[in-house]
C-alpha cells in the first residue's frame, strides 16, 4: 500500500494551495480519507476527511470555511483544496486512509489504516 501527497510548497498569507493523496495498493473506496498536519513543536492534528463515497465532510473548526476536501475513487485520489491561508496553517500534512471517520475527528493517530509521507506547507505573512 502506497499514499503519495502532493502539492506542498510556500505561498503567502491568503493565498491558496491544493493537496494531492494518490493511493495504490489497496481499494480506495473502501476507505475514509483524509488530512493530518503537524507544526514545528506540535502534536499532530486532524485537518479534514471525507467518507468513502465522498458524500460526507468533516473539517476542523478552524479550517472551515476555507478548506474544502474531495475525493475521487476512479482515479484513487483525494484532493485538499485550501484557500485564504493564514500563518497559523504553516506544518506538514500528512495524507492518511482508515476505515473509519471515528480515527480522523477524535485524532487517534495510533489507529489510522495507513499514513502518507507529509508534504510541508509554509505560509508566509
Known amino acids: 500500500v502506497q499514499l503519495q501527497a502532493s502539492g506542498g510548497g510556500l505561498v503567502q498569507d491568503g493565498g491558496s494551495l491544493s493537496l494531492s493523496c494518490t493511493a495504490s495498493?489497496?481499494?480506495?473506496?473502501?476507505?475514509?480519507v483524509g488530512w493530518f498536519r503537524q507544526a514545528p513543536g506540535k502534536e499532530r492534528e486532524f485537518v479534514s476527511a471525507?467518507?468513502?463515497?465522498?458524500?460526507?465532510?468533516y473539517y476542523e473548526d478552524s479550517v472551515k470555511g476555507r478548506f474544502t476536501i474531495s475525493r475521487d475513487n476512479a482515479k484513487n485520489t483525494a484532493n485538499l483544496q485550501m484557500n485564504r491561508l493564514e500563518t497559523g496553517d504553516t506544518a506538514v500534512y500528512y495524507c492518511?486512509?482508515?476505515?473509519?471517520?471515528?480515527?480522523?475527528?477524535?485524532?487517534?493517530?495510533?489507529?489510522?489504516?495507513?499514513w502518507g509521507e507529509g508534504t510541508l506547507v509554509t505560509v508566509s505573512s
Open positions: 492518511a486512509l482508515d476505515r473509519t471517520v471515528v480515527a480522523f475527528v477524535q485524532g487517534r493517530l495510533s489507529s489510522i489504516d495507513y
Open positions: 471525507v467518507s468513502w463515497n465522498g458524500d460526507s465532510t
Open positions: 495498493g489497496l481499494t480506495f473506496g473502501s476507505y475514509v
